[in-house]
């Protein structure tokens, strides 16, 4: 091969690896979609969670909501660079849905409040373990399917967690 040859192969070659590089670090519609529906996510369980650290009667429920503010607080953070680098603005407060949940939450007391709070964890919990399972089996990104899978560990416990204090209420 002459020397003219080798050096356009090299070329094509350190072309092909950036493309490559490219492709692989842009998030596909699916992921980010999935990005800031987790992010509303986290959003709606930490508000929540804040009105049942201070409204729960249940020591128990109320030490769930701890909980709920704190990994979810986490998982916000650990989200964040994917956020930033796909050029995504990440939600500072509840959707409408749970901000209706909220009003109402606010209107109970008791173990009343602790049953409703406990309820909407059950099913936000269960909607959420399904999005993060279809997106770990789904996504192509390696990182952020890592990601996705840590937090789907997480998901997965808060669902199990706020189902067994349901049946203890």
Request: a positive charge; glycine letters at 4%.
């Amino acid at each position: 091969m002459n020397k003219l040859t080798k050096l356009g192969l090299c070329a094509a070659l350190g072309l092909a690896g950036v493309f490559t590089t490219l492709n692989a670090r842009a998030a596909s519609d699916d992921d980010k979609k999935f990005l800031a529906t987790a992010a509303q996510s986290d959003q709606n369980e930490i508000a929540l969670s804040k009105v049942a650290i201070e409204k729960a009667t249940n020591p128990a429920v109320k030490s769930f909501a701890e909980k709920m503010v704190t990994e979810h607080t986490k998982m916000t953070a650990s989200m964040k660079p994917f956020a930033d680098s796909w050029g995504l603005t990440s939600p500072d407060g509840p959707d409408a849905d749970h901000q209706k949940e909220l009003d109402k939450l606010n209107g109970l007391s008791g173990a009343d409040f602790d049953k409703e709070y406990i309820d909407q964890m059950v099913t936000d919990h269960a909607k959420a373990l399904s999005a993060f399972t279809t997106e770990a089996k789904d996504t192509k990104d390696a990182k952020f399917r890592a990601a996705v899978l840590k937090g789907k560990t997480m998901v997965a416990a808060h669902k199990n967690m706020a189902y067994d204090l349901k049946k203890k209420l």
